[in-house]
């Protein structure tokens, strides 16, 4: 079951998102938690690029179910940075806009 989890994300990051969103058929929450599970369940993970939550970062709610989530607060700690900045830079790939630090 998801549940209302707060992440900081950027303006140009969360519209894209919900444009894609609405282009899927799809919730921003769905393709939060898509990005994030695959980034979690891959086995060599790509640089972090992001390693802060970026300038300009508003607080927004996504829906994460409590596995991926605590997957993602692992994460967090093994890669010492925060949820934010690791799903900020996954939607970056994932939506095709470029990372920058």
Do not use: N
């Not at 695959?38 to 690029?49: M, R, S, T, W």
């Amino acid at each position: 079951m998801s549940k209302q989890r707060k992440v900081q994300l950027t303006d140009e990051v969360w519209a894209t998102t919900q444009e894609r969103a609405v282009l899927e058929g799809k919730t921003a929450s769905d393709i939060c938690e898509h990005v994030l599970q695959h980034y979690l369940e891959l086995d060599e993970k790509p640089p972090a690029q992001i390693t802060a939550i970026p300038a300009g970062s508003k607080v927004r709610s996504v829906y994460i179910s409590q596995i991926t989530w605590a997957e993602a607060k692992g994460c967090k700690v093994r890669e010492d940075r925060p949820i934010g900045a690791i799903l900020e830079q996954q939607l970056r790939a994932y939506l095709g806009l470029p990372i920058s630090k």
